[in-house]
């Protein structure tokens, strides 16, 4: 059973940092693109960063020179350094993993950020 488990969420106030992190089980050999995505109360889904296998980083506008994501594919884990954070930034942010270009997409459960003075 494959499941994905992300930490590091919390309260920040507006300029701090927070690192999330992700692990993925149930999962062998390589994954096609890990990243991951956040919702806001009232709004939609929106990819956040994505890094694939052996590939460059893609960021959302909004987070481009503020986070930065990695992964470990020994460990089967994804990071997201966020930096320089906004108040917009406050959501519950999802991992996610694709182990082929056109397999199953995986989700963790996500993690709450709050970003607020």
């Known amino acids: 059973q494959v499941q994905l488990v992300e930490s590091g969420g919390g309260l920040v106030q507006p300029g701090g940092s927070l690192r999330l992190s992700c692990a993925a089980s149930g999962l062998s050999g390589s994954i096609y693109v890990m990243g991951w995505y956040r919702q806001a109360p009232g709004k939609q889904r929106e990819l956040v960063a994505t890094?694939?296998?052996?590939?460059?980083?893609n960021y959302a506008d909004s987070v481009k020179g503020r986070f930065t994501i990695s992964r470990d594919d020994a460990k089967y884990t994804v990071d997201l350094q966020m930096n320089s954070l906004k108040s917009e930034d406050t959501a519950v942010y999802y991992c996610c993993a694709r182990t082929s270009l056109l397999g199953h997409l995986y989700w963790g459960q996500g993690t709450q950020v709050i970003v607020s003075s």
């Open positions: 890094i694939p296998n052996g590939g460059k980083p």
